[in-house]
Nanobody, 120 residues
Framework: QVQLVQSGGGLVQAGGSLRLSCAAS????????MGWYRQAPGKQRELVAL??????NYADSVKGRFTISRDNAKNTVYLQMNSLQLEDTAVYYC???????????????WGQGTQVTVSS
């Protein structure tokens, strides 16, 4: 009854920019953390950026290039990716820790994933 729907992503040349969006909907009481993860072929999923109560954290590899932001009124989290590099190629997933109606504790929910491909 809670879902995260991602949009954005695609193919971009190195040095270019992309913006990802992720909207949470359904029987939501409260949202705690929201963040973005990515998984490259043959690698484990890794945290890219996290936002909690306005405080942001980034993986070292994306600091200064990526910006995470959140619109609480829309239950939406964004990832602005600038100066994209070949190594940023991966499937990107949004994540949110949500208290759903009828539940007593927060749980993790995931978006469907979106491919970001950076070409030379």
């Amino acid at each position: 009854q809670v879902q995260l729907v991602q949009s954005g992503g695609g193919l971009v040349q190195a040095g270019g920019s992309l913006r990802l969006s992720c909207a949470a909907s359904g029987s939501i009481v409260s949202i705690n953390d929201m963040g973005w993860y990515r998984q490259a072929p043959g690698k484990q999923r890794e945290l890219v950026a996290l936002i909690t109560r306005g405080i942001t954290n980034y993986a070292d590899s994306v600091k200064g290039r990526f910006t995470i932001s959140r619109d609480n009124a829309k239950n939406t989290v964004y990832l602005q990716m600038n100066s994209l590099q070949l190594e940023d190629t991966a499937v990107y997933y949004c994540n949110a820790r949500i208290l759903a109606r009828g539940r007593v504790s927060y749980a993790d929910y995931w978006g469907q994933g979106t491919q970001v491909t950076v070409s030379s």
